[in-house]
């Protein structure tokens, strides 16, 4: 069969500080399992294949890459299914109007979508868009080899477990289908289907613009529970970590393929045993490839002490992310973070001693969160300042599908999953904040999103005054050390980049 793999344009604000315009390496996985499986897989890259290209949409966004109608365009009249891939809700409406274009130009290929925003909330999404024939739910690889298998030879899906299906008016769960525990045996990605050199030419990657960068994964899923977020919904809470072998065996062959420079590792939660990360530094070592390497989705400090801090930076690691979320031990409580806050201190101290470049994700605004709770985080930061921390992230809570507080809102009925609430889920947009807490209003939460990046940048340059000269300086040159750097650039970027069509 011939399976048409879809990745959707990316939606940005242009004055958002983040944008995700990333190699798409979740579908890259799932075309190397269709391709063992003996189909044939075209895939588009929605944000590949025209990463300059900006249009004007809905809501004061922008949609980077490819335009709907050359979506569809591209999309070969004779597959046997369309897979499309949905990571943030936040994008759900302009999906939804993609997969109904898509499903109206090509009405007889049956249209399967996967990824955290359909797991999450496979219900609303069927409900909501006509154009999609099913959702597929949780770890992708082994549920569209058998959709595809049962859609060839013609058989019920309903015996495919991990779908959701059209039932009547309702949506028919096929069941959850169990976590693939041999991950060493997954297939890599399949690369030759992406564009990567529009990706290297433009500096578009997860991390910090290090050079000539590659995706990768070294674990799968996140053992904890935090409240805010969807990973037990799409992953459960097994972490399972591949052969430190195999990650420098791959790490290696693109080195060698495609003359990369860094690796991006995309986990969850990268570093959960000591043990491990220390053979895979050790081994990266040992194998003097002159990479450098970085963490840009954040991990956990637990195991992270001067030791590790050490052969991190000896193996080339430079940037990493700690995501303690706030300072106030009450919050923390509440979101069941299970961080301690001194043990945190410790470990930013000895990895910001051994030269890495660290990073804070901070959210604010937690359901029952109040005012002290965040004038705590905001001196959090101030420490975290004075002792060495380079960069932080701040952003307001967004109830996403999937997550414990989702199903808290839901309940309390504070959530109507209308157009305005999917398109306020991007927190990117500190103008946006919406307040989801009764003791701060939205207006208040976006003082205190802005007073975040304030207090912590004005304090660390203020501690340390050459960060302030070297930051202006990678502004100018473009040559980035921080995600803060990276996302300066970035805002004035699009700011500057002009519509190349007409708004759709």
């Known amino acids: 069969m011939k399976v048409c793999l879809v990745r959707p344009p990316s939606i940005v604000n242009p004055v958002s500080y983040i944008a995700s315009l990333t190699p798409p390496i979740g579908l890259a996985y799932i075309a190397s399992a269709l391709r063992q499986a003996g189909h044939e897989v075209v895939l588009i890259d929605g944000i590949g294949e025209k990463p300059l290209q900006s249009v004007p949409i809905a809501h004061n966004l922008v949609l980077r890459g490819l335009t709907f109608a050359e979506i569809c365009e591209r999309i070969p009249k004779d597959a046997g299914l369309i897979g499309v891939s949905g990571m943030f809700s936040s994008e759900w409406i302009h999906i939804r109007e993609m997969i109904n274009q898509i499903s109206a130009a090509h009405p007889a290929i049956p249209m399967a979508a996967g990824g955290e925003h359909f797991t999450a909330a496979a219900d609303i999404s069927m409900k909501q868009c006509p154009g999609l024939s099913m959702c597929i739910l949780g770890e992708g690889e082994e549920t569209i080899v058998e959709l595809a298998a049962a859609l060839q030879a013609g058989t019920d899906l309903k015996a495919v477990t991990g779908l959701a299906l059209r039932d009547g008016a309702g949506v028919l769960n096929t069941g959850t289908r169990p976590r693939i525990r041999a991950i060493d045996e997954i297939m890599r990605p399949a690369w030759d289907l992406i564009p990567l050199k529009a990706y290297w030419e433009n500096s578009l990657s997860y991390g910090v613009n290090r050079g000539k960068s ?11 529970q935090c409240t805010f977020c969807s990973n037990p919904g799409m992953w459960t809470t097994r972490w399972i970590a591949r052969s430190p072998t195999l990650v420098l065996d791959e790490i290696e062959d693109y080195v060698t393929r495609f003359g990369i420079n860094n690796v991006d590792f995309y986990d969850l939660t990268a570093i959960v045993k000591r043990d491990w990360i220390l053979e895979f530094s050790k081994g990266l070592v040992a194998r003097k490839l002159g990479i450098t390497w970085q963490l840009p989705s954040g991990t956990r400090s637990e195991a992270i002490d001067a030791e590790v801090s050490k052969w991190l930076y000896a193996s080339g ?45 901070i959210i604010i605004g937690m359901p029952d969160d109040t005012h002290l709770d965040t004038w705590k985080t905001l001196w959090f930061l101030v420490q975290m300042s004075w002792h060495g921390a380079h960069d932080v992230s701040v952003g307001a809570f967004s109830p996403y ?7 808290r809102l839901v309940k309390e009925k504070k959530i109507t999953h209308d157009d305005e609430y999917f398109a306020k889920l991007a927190y990117v947009d500190i103008t946006e904040t919406v307040s989801y807490t009764n003791y701060i209003s939205s207006q208040w939460l976006r003082i205190y999103n ?22 202006l300086r990678n502004l100018k040159t473009g040559h980035h050390e921080s995600r803060g750097e990276m996302a300066l650039s970035g805002i004035l970027n699009r700011m500057r980049l002009a519509p190349a069509v007409k708004p759709v």
Not at 214 to 224: D, E, K, Q
Not at 343 to 358: H, I, Q, Y
Not at 450 to 471: D, E, I, M, Q
Request: charged share 20%; hydrophobic share 40%.
């Open 317 to 361: 690691c430079r940037n990493m992310n700690y995501a303690p979320e706030s300072g106030s031990a009450d919050s923390l409580e509440r979101m069941k973070k299970k961080v301690s806050i001194p043990k945190l201190t410790a470990s930013l101290r000895d990895a910001v001693r051994e030269g890495l470049n660290v990073k804070i994700n």
């Open 401 to 407: 599908p999937g997550s414990e507080l989702y199903a």
């Open 450 to 471: 802005w007073l975040g990046f304030a207090v912590f940048y004005a304090s660390n340059y203020l501690f340390r005054p050459a960060r302030f000269l070297k930051t």
């Open 214 to 224: 590659m995706p990768m994964l070294a674990s799968r899923g996140c053992p904890y």
